[in-house]
């Protein structure tokens, strides 16, 4: 076989018809027109032969005049003129580098080889961008390969009495010279068999070029040893038998089986064993359900006797202890698998019947192990954590978190190195036909977004399956990028195994029905083939069978195993405690470590040309460092990030334009006004500090928050946040509260540590700039599940941070931050209430009893204070500002910082005082939104205990509303008023 030159793959080769090769070509003209030593020998023999000096070569560089404007020719007519026309340039420059390696050939014959060259590569080209359209990947026989002009050799003017004569194609396919018999054998077993690849839409060279070369070519087929087929089969039996036992013995029974797709079975084994070959260490796999059960015993090794445990209605390990559990094929499980001496970690995410969510979920805790391995979290090392994600084909298509997942895959502080999307191509969904759940030819079209290459690969042909499989993984790899295998196979019994698919799919099933098993098919081959014997096939059926057989019968005595969950990097993290006092935390800081990490970050480079105004706010920030007093809600904030990547914690920080923050408020990078370089003074503490990481999200909510969920729950000791641009927003991504951050300790026994910050307050922005919904949150609280704050001031902002991580559990903390309390005068702290000893307060008491002098208005007594307002966040500044106005020093002003786990201890002790006075709660929010619903019933069991005068507390706020604000800033300031209005009603 002639070796293949750069001249050969830029020239000759069919890719320099389109736009990315001709800028290869460019780029060798002009390196060749500074200077001929600076090309390989075979660029510049080309060049030279072409008799283009230096002047005329650097001339042409920017534009070689072989250029196309209207290439390629549509199938048409155009195509058959433009091939018969006038070739210009382009087939001049073929003429002369025919005439060099054929130099006895006349000018005329030189002319048609030429001619017949480039009609040759135009073929060759057209089956690697259209071979898969007629491929033969349908294992039901329903699609029909048809044909396609532009794989026509007649369409190229080879008819048959021209295909059994040699033409130059200089080492393309791995050939110097082939016949357009030899050619169409090897493309259309290439792509036209039983894998179609696309992969021409890919602009990088060097990755189109390494899928060629892995996959064409004379001696280029799916091959494997005796010994490989043997255990693909062995894998197919196992995945079948499997799935025929639960079938026999729970007729039914909702499994979702994997029947009719028993061939992913073996390509994941190859992706781990391949994977494992050349680094891989730890897998994280995320699927839905449709073949969760057969994986997780098949590839994960789970134990089938407790599978069959599952069955016969035992509770999962853990569950019989805490929390809720989920049904079987909805949990999650890890294990390690070794082949060849590599082993690799498997970890199977549990997630909810929403099919596409736990995607993100995956990849951020891909992100957040390859982010360990570095150990200060400042660079990932993708080549040793890869994310495996499986979907359904309707799902792969018509779920936007899919898309919005896709989009992370090459960003700064999301990407992983590249993704392996397995495709179970079920051809349906649910009752759904692919003509009615997809726009494009494929499913898996979405993908080509992130230009990653598709392996599409009949369900029937395991051997093909493992093939793209090996490939796919290599892949990843090598280049760090997404790549999909989409399995064409079929669901034998319908959506679930009690499901009559017939009704909708009479003729599908029709087939389905008459159809052997994708083992029993391949069993035949083999024997077929002589790799064994119809006895050795039915011997394995049979060993296999006998040993579930003896599985079922020890999961009746099956002992669920304790659960494993705070193991490994949890390790050290229990639950949590009963006692108030305990779960604290130690969250303040000395004064004086505070004030080093105030000079620091308002220390500027003298090499870092920043902008006027954030010299102005630095300097403002230094000088409250020093007076300690008046700290801002942003500063606040990072000192309590500098102070814990001191102590060895890392801060991971994403959402919507959150380096700079929404409102300006953060202002984590200073960017250089000349170079746009940043320098981020959080990372510049000290030499041993952890990493602070703060990022700019693409525009996603679902995504972006699972992504970072799933961080969270791989790195516990790092304080993981997401921050949305409007606290409206994360409506957006409803889903990944519901599903998992709300609910997944209690389903599937994982802790999650994860922030969210909410900016939440009314001032008359809309009904899209206005409210977090509160309420939502504090329906789902329950079971300790999660924290819900409303803090008021940037003190208490710092603890809560804070004590994320300075208590021996996790719990994800959903933060309804401010907007316009960024900047409010008096939203202000001092270092002392962030010093040594101080913590986090869950009911603020009222400002003007402990800061006097700063008040027209000073309280009374407490046994003249009439009137108890509760309230929480923005209002209660408004509510004080309008007191002072008023002068009522008998109203007492309580702020509730926290609403779960409820207060009762704190509240009840600030109560107590005011037993005797009217209790109010105010709210800003409409009456059926916001905390009222939530908080009224415990605060009259709190009130009653009391033996309090008012037992169920006035409600003052907005009516019951459908939409969350008013836009209308007139209507804005009515609705304010006549809330502090009905405050302060005598």
């Not at 979290?377 to 779920?399: C, E, W």
């Not at 006895?535 to 049979?542: F, H, T, V």
């Not at 900047?823 to 962030?834: G, I, N, W």
Request: proline share 4%.
């Amino acid at each position: 076989m002639a070796k293949r030159t750069e001249l050969n793959q830029a020239f000759i080769d069919t890719d320099f018809l389109d736009g990315t090769s001709a800028a290869y070509l460019d780029q060798m003209q002009a390196r060749y027109a500074d200077n001929p030593a600076n090309v390989d020998a075979s660029w510049r023999a080309y060049f030279d032969a072409l008799g283009e000096d230096r002047a005329n070569a650097k001339a042409n560089a920017d534009g070689p005049s072989w250029r196309r404007d209207n290439w390629p020719p549509q199938p048409n007519g155009e195509l058959t003129q433009a091939l018969t026309g006038d070739w210009g340039d382009s087939a001049a420059k073929a003429e002369a580098a025919i005439a060099k390696v054929q130099p006895d050939m006349t000018a005329d014959q030189v002319q048609q080889a030429a001619k017949d060259s480039l009609h040759a590569l135009m073929l060759i080209r057209a089956y690697r961008v259209r071979g898969h359209l007629i491929a033969d990947l349908d294992p039901l026989g329903l699609r029909k390969r048809g044909t396609h002009p532009e794989l026509d050799p007649d369409t190229y003017g080879f008819d048959a009495a021209d295909r059994d004569r040699d033409i130059y194609i200089d080492g393309v396919l791995g050939l110097q010279y082939a016949t357009i018999n030899q050619i169409l054998e090897i493309v259309q077993r290439t792509y036209c068999s039983t894998i179609g690849v696309q992969f021409m839409h890919i602009s990088n060279p060097e990755e189109k070029a390494w899928i060629q070369e892995r996959i064409e070519g004379p001696d280029k087929q799916v091959s494997f040893s005796k010994a490989g087929r043997l255990a693909i089969l062995q894998k197919l039996i196992e995945g079948e038998s499997f799935e025929q036992l639960l079938h026999k013995r729970y007729p039914g029974t909702k499994r979702f089986g994997l029947d009719g797709g028993e061939a992913l079975i073996p390509a994941m084994e190859q992706i781990i064993k391949r994977g494992g070959q050349l680094g891989l260490q730890d897998i994280n796999i995320g699927m839905p359900h449709r073949g969760r059960l057969n994986v997780m015993a098949s590839v994960m090794k789970k134990p089938y006797s407790a599978i069959f445990y599952e069955f016969l209605g035992g509770v999962a390990s853990g569950a019989e202890d805490f929390g809720s559990g989920d049904v079987k094929y909805h949990l999650g499980v890890s294990d390690d698998r070794e082949f060849d001496g590599n082993k690799v970690h498997l970890s199977l995410a549990p997630n909810p019947s929403h099919l596409e969510v736990v995607a993100p979920v995956v990849i951020g805790k891909a992100r957040a192990k390859q982010q360990q391995k570095s150990g200060t979290y400042r660079t990932h090392n993708p080549k040793a954590v890869m994310a495996v994600i499986l979907h359904g084909d309707s799902a792969f298509a018509g779920q936007g978190v899919v898309t919005e997942t896709l989009q992370m895959s090459q960003l700064t502080g999301y990407r992983t190195g590249g993704s392996i999307h397995v495709i179970v191509n079920n051809q349906i969904g649910f009752t759904t036909t692919p003509d009615e759940y997809r726009s494009g030819e494929y499913c898996s079209d979405v993908a080509f977004m992130v230009q990653a290459p598709v392996f599409h690969v009949n369900g029937d042909d395991p051997e093909a399956v493992v093939y793209a499989a090996r490939i796919a993984t290599e892949y990843r790899q090598k280049f760090g990028r997404d790549v999909v295998i989409d399995i064409v196979c079929y669901r034998r019994y319908g959506h679930n195994e009690g499901d009559d698919p017939s009704f909708t799919q009479p003729l599908m099933y029709r087939v389905i029905n008459d159809k052997k098993s994708p083992a029993q098919l391949y069993a035949e081959r083999l024997i077929a083939q002589g790799d064994m014997t119809e006895a050795e096939y039915k011997q394995r059926e049979d060993d296999f069978y006998a040993f579930l057989d003896n599985e079922f019968d020890e999961a009746k005595d099956f002992e669920s195993k304790a659960p494993d969950w705070l193991d490994g990097v949890w390790s050290g993290i229990t639950l949590p405690p009963n006692d108030d006092e305990k779960r604290r935390g130690i969250t303040g800081v000395p004064v004086e470590t505070l004030k080093e990490i105030g000079s620091k970050i308002t220390t500027v480079p003298n090499d870092v040309d920043i902008h006027r105004t954030l010299k102005r706010i630095i300097k403002m920030r230094a000088e409250k460092i020093e007076s300690g007093q008046d700290i801002d809600w942003g500063l606040a904030e990072h000192l309590a990030f500098g102070s814990l990547v001191l102590e060895g914690h890392p801060v991971r920080l994403s959402g919507q334009d959150s380096e700079r923050g929404t409102f300006s408020q953060r202002q984590s990078h200073f960017i250089d006004q000349t170079t746009e370089a940043k320098y981020t003074p959080l990372n510049n503490l000290s030499d041993d500090q952890q990493y602070y990481q703060v990022l700019n999200s693409h525009l996603s909510e679902e995504a972006v928050l699972g992504f970072e969920y799933g961080f969270s729950t791989t790195a516990p000791n790092a304080l993981t946040i997401w921050e949305a641009q409007f606290g409206d927003f994360a409506n957006g991504a409803q889903v990944m509260v519901d599903q998992f951050i709300s609910s997944a300790e209690q389903k599937w026994l994982r802790m999650s540590g994860l922030v969210m910050l909410l900016p939440h307050g009314y001032e008359g922005q809309g009904p899209e700039h206005s409210s977090a919904r509160l309420e939502r949150y504090l329906q789902m609280c329950a079971e300790d599940n999660m924290q819900v704050v409303n803090v008021s001031t940037p003190s208490n902002y710092f603890h809560v941070l804070r004590r994320q991580l300075h208590r021996n559990f996790r719990k994800p903390l959903i933060v309804m931050s401010p907007k316009s309390l960024l900047r409010h005068k008096r939203c202000v702290s001092t270092l002392d209430e962030m010093g040594a000893e101080t913590f986090f307060h869950r009911v603020l008491w009222d400002d003007a009893e402990f800061r006097p002098d700063a008040f027209e208005t000073k309280l009374v007594d407490d046994k003249k204070i009439k009137r108890v307002v509760i309230c929480s966040g923005k209002v209660y500044y408004d509510l004080l500002e309008e007191r002072e106005k008023l002068g009522r020093g008998d109203v007492y002003l309580l702020r509730v910082e926290q609403f779960y786990p409820y207060p009762n201890g704190a509240l009840t002790e600030e109560l107590k005082r005011f037993a005797h006075a009217d209790m109010v709660w105010c709210q800003e929010e409409p009456k059926n939104m916001g905390a009222w619903s939530f908080i009224e019933p415990r605060l009259e069991e709190t009130l009653t205990a009391l033996g309090a005068k008012t037992t169920r507390a006035r409600y003052v706020g907005r009516a019951a509303a459908a939409s969350t604000a008013t836009g209308i800033a007139t209507k804005h300031k009515k609705e304010q008023q006549a809330i502090l209005d009905g405050v302060f009603a005598k």
